[in-house]
């Protein structure tokens, strides 16, 4: 365990941001913080600040794709209770809310500065190595922002993330409360145990047993509802076959493409920060600074001297690569005058005054546009397919509500009637896994009305229509059919009692001062991660309290899960003699402490609820 409280205990905070960049934006549920300012529809309302039902919707969606990227493809979102899935975002939206609004009354701020260099030393906004424009527009735009929205969410994260790390890494304990937990943690037992086997071998029932157990438990023993579904399915992937794009229309793109191609330029800067009133005395420290680099001076060692960028001072001001757009305008408009190797004249900006070095110029690479073509295809031909899609669904929905059957839909638009295995409520292979059509399928439009479904989306790509072609009624299965599994059934429940009882006449003798006829299994020393014991057994060992004297151990039982009986006898407690190591004394420290942090920010969190006026509608 002491490794494992080493790995745990270091650097949280810094493998947090990356995280919080992301991974956190991206699937958390809080989209929708900038589409609903204008909609006056409440989902909450947390202090006098509105959450709407917009934002509540699209956090919704966003834990329903949180869930599917996290559990796989197999993974089907409309298993999810959707009124659990609103309390759950709810929850988090509010807590997000009352957390920002902790965060601005302590005065936690995050400037424009760090907030640059966070963004441009995120891998994920990084081709070759070097923060990437366009692949930061990319992604942004994937989840649905612009660069000042995604800044301003950024921030706001980094706020509650401030205000998580001041509490949480305020966390301290005694020395006393460390030995007291290494006691603890690193004690060992001594102990032995003897195993009363649960064995079904040695248990016979006979048929007139077995058919008694039936007779009593009939409701037990019947097949489950079923029903047969029919259903046409369309897939967008069919019409690619169907449309066509010209050379031109390909051309054209490709051109579109590659003009969005930037140069990329590598700077490394000097920042002196300044506002209104320290402006001239900044001014005053830079052309110093200037002065300095004429005289020979080296850039990358005044930076780091200098330079009150926290984020690339100590790497000599270096920035990496960037494209247009990134910097502020007039800190853009004299990195691109400059020539490599060039240093600026002083230059201001909204964070200061800069002096600004051109390490770098990097061409952008043009793909040929045979190697592109493919994907300019398909591109171009998906503009027409979603059109397309979206018309054959209409149709699809259309004449299924006006048809008795799904011959005429299938004909229509030219797919095949297919239907499914039997399947109950809990499902089955293909379509069946779906939830929503096994809702469908056992909804009384489908099952008692014999009619046709609307449709259901599959996936973004897939759609299905359904009725019923067969409904199976649950009836008692024949005894033949489930003999074996209640023979079986019966013999491990007589099993598990015999060894029981045998485990239990056991423990009384040993309490009285006999002794077991059966072998002892001795296990010296054993950790609470011991290797090779049983984990009920274990757990039950060091749950045990310690024998009273030498001679007189301590008697325990623990039932495992195949029924057998285990019998454990302690039969003595060590505690660590020798003092703690400097190094292991720090690991526990900083694990309690955060442990402890964790536990203060988790109780801050329930006061703010406790004291926040909050109303759900």
């Known amino acids: 365990m002491l ?12 493998k947090t941001i990356i995280g919080i960049i992301v991974v956190l934006l991206a699937l958390t549920g809080f989209d929708a913080i900038f589409n609903a300012a204008s909609n006056s529809r409440q989902a909450a309302e947390v202090n ?18 949180q869930l599917a990227q996290q ?37 936690f701020a995050f400037s424009e500065t760090a907030l ?43 706020l509650i993330g401030q205000l ?95 003009a969005n191609l930037a140069e990329q330029r590598r700077a490394a800067h000097i920042l002196i920060e300044s506002d209104e009133s320290s402006d001239a005395e900044a001014k005053a420290k830079i052309e110093e600074i200037a002065k300095r680099l004429a005289a020979g001076e080296d850039f990358a060692a005044l930076a780091k001297e200098a330079s009150q960028d926290p984020g690339s001072a100590n790497e000599g001001g270096d920035l990496g690569f960037a494209g247009p757009g990134v910097y502020d305008p007039a800190f853009e ?23 600004i070095k051109l390490l770098g110029v990097r061409s952008p690479e043009v793909p040929a546009l045979e190697d592109m073509r493919p994907e300019l295809v398909r591109e171009l031909k998906a503009q027409q397919v979603e059109q397309r899609f979206v018309e054959a669904s209409k149709l699809l929905e259309d004449t299924a509500f006006e048809s008795s059957d799904l011959a005429q839909p299938a004909q229509e638009l030219g797919l095949t009637v297919q239907a499914t295995e039997p399947f109950g409520r809990e499902g089955g292979a293909g379509i069946a896994a779906n939830r929503q059509v096994i809702q469908t399928a056992f909804s009384d439009e489908v099952l008692i009305d014999g009619a046709n479904s609307s449709i259901i989306e599959l996936d973004p790509d897939t759609v299905v229509a ?91 039982s623990v039932r495992l899960p195949n029924g057998s009986f285990v019998v454990i006898r302690l039969d003595g407690v060590s505690e660590p003699t020798t003092e703690l190591s400097e190094e292991d004394k720090q690991n526990y420290r900083r694990f309690l402490a955060s442990r402890s942090g964790q536990q203060d920010f988790a109780a801050y969190r329930q006061m703010l609820h406790a004291d926040a006026e909050i109303e759900t509608f």
């Open 3 to 14: 490794q494992n409280i080493r790995d745990n205990s270091q650097g949280w905070i810094a």
């Open 48 to 65: 006098g600040e509105e959450i709407s039902l917009d934002e509540l919707n699209q956090a919704m969606n966003m834990q329903r794709r």
């Open 71 to 107: 559990l796989g493809g197999d993974f089907d979102p409309s298993l999810l209770d959707d009124k659990l899935v609103r309390e759950s975002s709810l929850r988090a939206l509010i807590d997000r809310a009352l957390l920002l609004q902790g965060a601005r009354s302590a005065d």
């Open 116 to 158: 640059d260099q966070l963004i441009l030393q995120t891998p994920e906004f990084t081709v070759d190595g070097a923060f990437n424009a366009a692949r930061f527009d990319q992604v942004i735009q994937q989840m649905g922002y612009t660069r000042l929205q995604f800044r301003e969410l950024l921030k706001q994260e980094m």
């Open 164 to 258: 998580r790390a001041g509490i949480s890494g305020s966390g301290f304990v005694t020395d006393e409360q460390i030995e007291a937990f290494a006691r603890l943690e690193q004690q060992t037992r001594d102990f032995a145990s003897i195993t009363v086997p649960a064995d079904a071998d040695a248990v016979e029932v006979g048929d007139e047993e077995a058919r008694e157990y039936y007779e009593q438990n009939t409701d037990r023993f019947r097949s489950p509802e079923q029903v047969v579904l029919e259903y046409v399915e369309l897939n967008k992937d069919s019409f690619f076959d169907q449309v066509e794009v010209s050379d031109e229309e390909v051309q054209n793109l490709y051109q579109e493409r590659i």
């Open 333 to 355: 408009e004299a990195l691109y005058a400059l020539d490599e190797g060039q240093v600026s004249s002083p230059v201001r900006s909204d964070f200061g005054w800069h002096l």
């Open 466 to 556: 359904v009725r019923a072609k067969e409904h199976l009624q649950p009836e008692v299965l024949p005894f033949d059919s489930v003999k074996e599994d209640i023979i079986t059934q019966l013999r491990l429940s007589k099993a598990a009692e015999m060894a029981g009882e045998e485990g239990e006449r056991l423990m009384a003798t040993l309490r009285e001062g006999g002794q077991a006829a059966q072998q002892w299994q001795p296990v010296e020393a054993a950790s609470r991660n011991q290797e090779g014991v049983e984990p009920a057994v274990l757990q039950q060992v060091f749950r045990m309290p310690r024998p009273a004297a030498s001679d007189k151990p301590t008697y325990g």
